[in-house]
C-alpha cells in the first residue's frame, strides 16, 4: 500500500516549495472517515484514496488536487456534505470532490440504450474543471488493478465501461500510457483466454526478436550520430490490446504481425525531429500513406510527434515515432503537463475560459 510520506516526496520532486500541510490535513480526514471500511481485497479502503493520490502525483498534481484525491470518496461513501469540506479544505478541493462525485453518478444512472461515446462527452462537458476528470480516471485505473476481487457479472459491467467511456477519454485528454493500462486490464477481463494466450505468445516471440531489436536500435543511433542529431532511441512492445486490434482488423496470426514493437526517437528541437526523419528516410525507405506531422498540426489533446512507418532490415516494417523531450511529456501526460495549477490560487477567468473552450473542442474530437 501506498504511504502517504512518499505521496508528498513525489510532490515535493517537482513542487519542491509544496505547502504540503493540506494533503497531510486531507490524509488525517479520509483515514478517520474511512476507518472501519475495507475493500474487497482484504485491504483497509484507506489504501484506495491513497492510490488515487498517488496516480495523480505522476501527472504532477498540485496539493488541492492531490488532497481531492485522498478526499474523492467522501461524499459519496461517507455522507460528507460539500459545505463542510469547503469549510476545512476551502472551495477548491471541495468543489473537486463535488465535481467527481457528480461524474461517477453519470455512468451508475445511465440507461443501457445511451451510447458509450455519449457517456464520454457528458463527462467531459459536464467536469469544466479537468482535474475532476483526471481525479476520476486515477480512480478508475485502481479499481481496474484491483478489478479481480469483484464477482464475474460485476467485472465484466466493470471492464466494459471501461473500455468503452474511460479509456477513450484518456486518450482524448492525451494522456496513452494511462488509455492503454485500462484497455490492456479491461482486455484481460472481457477476453481471458484470448488475453493469456497473447500474453504468452509475445512472450515467446519478445525473447527471439531482442536481437533484432537491438540491430534495429543500433542502426538508428549511428546514423543519426553521424548526422550529428543527440538522440535517445527507444523500444517499445506494443501493449496487448492494439496487438489483438490488429490481428483482427487485418485477419493476421501474431506471427505474422512485424510490428509488434514500435521504436521511439527523443530530440531536442523541432529541427531535429524533421533532420532525423530525412535522415531515417535516406537509408530505410518509408512506406507510402505512412508518414504523419503532428507537429504541424497538433492533435486537439496537443499531441505532437512525426510519425513513420518504413521497410527495415529484412524487409520488415518499422513504425517510428520521432519527437522533442518537450512533446514527449505532453504525450505521456497530455493536457495535465500543460495547464499547471498554481497553488496560491484557482484559474484566472482567462485561464478558466481557455479550459472550457478547450474542453469544448475535445468533446467534438475525433481521430
Given at each position: 500500500?501506498v504511504?502517504?510520506?512518499e505521496?508528498i516526496d513525489?510532490?515535493?520532486?517537482?513542487?519542491?516549495k509544496?505547502?504540503?500541510?493540506l494533503?497531510?490535513?486531507a490524509y488525517i480526514?479520509?483515514?478517520?472517515?474511512h476507518r472501519?471500511q475495507?475493500r474487497l481485497?482484504?485491504?483497509?479502503?484507506?489504501?484506495?484514496p491513497?492510490?488515487?493520490a498517488?496516480?495523480r502525483?505522476?501527472?504532477k498534481?498540485?496539493?488541492?488536487?492531490?488532497?481531492?484525491?485522498l478526499?474523492?470518496?467522501?461524499?459519496?461513501d461517507?455522507?460528507?456534505?460539500k459545505?463542510?469540506l469547503?469549510?476545512?479544505?476551502?472551495?477548491?478541493v471541495?468543489?473537486?470532490v463535488?465535481?467527481?462525485?457528480r461524474?461517477?453518478?453519470?455512468?451508475?444512472?445511465?440507461k443501457?440504450?445511451i451510447?458509450?461515446?455519449?457517456?464520454?462527452?457528458?463527462?467531459?462537458?459536464m467536469?469544466?474543471?479537468?482535474r475532476?476528470?483526471l481525479?476520476k480516471l486515477a480512480?478508475r485505473?485502481?479499481?481496474m488493478?484491483?478489478?479481480?476481487?469483484l464477482?464475474?457479472p460485476k467485472?465484466i459491467?466493470t471492464a466494459e465501461?471501461?473500455?468503452?467511456?474511460?479509456?477513450?477519454?484518456?486518450?482524448?485528454?492525451?494522456?496513452?500510457?494511462?488509455?492503454t493500462?485500462?484497455e490492456?486490464?479491461s482486455?484481460?477481463?472481457?477476453?481471458?483466454?484470448i488475453?493469456?494466450r497473447?500474453v504468452e505468445?509475445?512472450?515467446r516471440i519478445?525473447?527471439?526478436r531482442?536481437?533484432?531489436?537491438?540491430r534495429v536500435q543500433s542502426?538508428?543511433?549511428?546514423?543519426?550520430?553521424?548526422?550529428e542529431?543527440?538522440?535517445e532511441?527507444?523500444?517499445?512492445l506494443?501493449?496487448y490490446?492494439?496487438?489483438?486490434?490488429?490481428?483482427e482488423?487485418?485477419?493476421?496470426?501474431?506471427?505474422?504481425?512485424t510490428?509488434?514493437?514500435?521504436?521511439?526517437?527523443?530530440v531536442?528541437t523541432?529541427?531535429?525531429?524533421?533532420?532525423a526523419?530525412?535522415?531515417?528516410?535516406?537509408f530505410?525507405?518509408?512506406?507510402?500513406?505512412k508518414i504523419k506531422?503532428?507537429?504541424?498540426?497538433?492533435k486537439?489533446?496537443l499531441?505532437?510527434?512525426?510519425?513513420?512507418?518504413v521497410i527495415?532490415?529484412?524487409?520488415?516494417?518499422?513504425?517510428?515515432?520521432?519527437?522533442t523531450?518537450?512533446?514527449?511529456?505532453?504525450a505521456?501526460q497530455?493536457?495535465?503537463?500543460h495547464?499547471?495549477?498554481k497553488?496560491?490560487?484557482?484559474?484566472?477567468?482567462?485561464?478558466?475560459?481557455?479550459q472550457?473552450?478547450w474542453?469544448?473542442r475535445?468533446?467534438?474530437?475525433?481521430?
Amino acid at each position: 500500500m501506498v504511504r502517504i510520506n512518499e505521496i508528498i516526496d513525489r510532490l515535493l520532486s517537482y513542487e519542491p516549495k509544496a505547502e504540503t500541510e493540506l494533503i497531510q490535513k486531507a490524509y488525517i480526514w479520509s483515514a478517520r472517515l474511512h476507518r472501519n471500511q475495507l475493500r474487497l481485497s482484504g485491504l483497509p479502503y484507506l489504501s484506495h484514496p491513497l492510490e488515487v493520490a498517488w496516480t495523480r502525483t505522476e501527472l504532477k498534481a498540485n496539493e488541492p488536487t492531490i488532497a481531492a484525491g485522498l478526499l474523492h470518496d467522501t461524499i459519496e461513501d461517507c455522507e460528507v456534505q460539500k459545505e463542510e469540506l469547503a469549510r476545512e479544505f476551502g472551495d477548491e478541493v471541495a468543489n473537486l470532490v463535488d465535481g467527481v462525485t457528480r461524474v461517477g453518478k453519470i455512468s451508475k444512472a445511465s440507461k443501457p440504450e445511451i451510447q458509450a461515446e455519449y457517456l464520454g462527452k457528458m463527462i467531459l462537458a459536464m467536469a469544466k474543471d479537468i482535474r475532476v476528470v483526471l481525479i476520476k480516471l486515477a480512480d478508475r485505473l485502481h479499481n481496474m488493478r484491483t478489478l479481480a476481487y469483484l464477482p464475474e457479472p460485476k467485472q465484466i459491467e466493470t471492464a466494459e465501461e471501461t473500455m468503452e467511456i474511460y479509456a477513450p477519454i484518456a486518450h482524448r485528454l492525451g494522456i496513452y500510457w494511462l488509455k492503454t493500462e485500462l484497455e490492456d486490464l479491461s482486455f484481460k477481463f472481457l477476453k481471458p483466454e484470448i488475453y493469456n494466450r497473447l500474453v504468452e505468445e509475445v512472450a515467446r516471440i519478445a525473447s527471439r526478436r531482442q536481437e533484432y531489436i537491438a540491430r534495429v536500435q543500433s542502426i538508428l543511433k549511428e546514423k543519426l550520430a553521424q548526422a550529428e542529431i543527440d538522440a535517445e532511441v527507444q523500444g517499445r512492445l506494443k501493449h496487448y490490446y492494439s496487438i489483438y486490434q490488429k490481428m483482427e482488423q487485418e485477419k493476421l496470426s501474431l506471427e505474422e504481425i512485424t510490428d509488434i514493437y514500435g521504436f521511439r526517437i527523443l530530440v531536442k528541437t523541432i529541427r531535429e525531429c524533421y533532420e532525423a526523419l530525412y535522415v531515417i528516410h535516406s537509408f530505410w525507405a518509408p512506406v507510402p500513406g505512412k508518414i504523419k506531422d503532428y507537429i504541424a498540426l497538433p492533435k486537439p489533446n496537443l499531441y505532437q510527434s512525426l510519425h513513420t512507418t518504413v521497410i527495415g532490415p529484412e524487409g520488415e516494417r518499422i513504425e517510428i515515432q520521432i519527437r522533442t523531450w518537450e512533446m514527449h511529456k505532453v504525450a505521456e501526460q497530455g493536457i495535465a503537463a500543460h495547464w499547471r495549477y498554481k497553488k496560491e490560487a484557482s484559474l484566472g477567468q482567462d485561464e478558466a475560459d481557455e479550459q472550457f473552450d478547450w474542453l469544448r473542442r475535445l468533446v467534438e474530437f475525433k481521430e
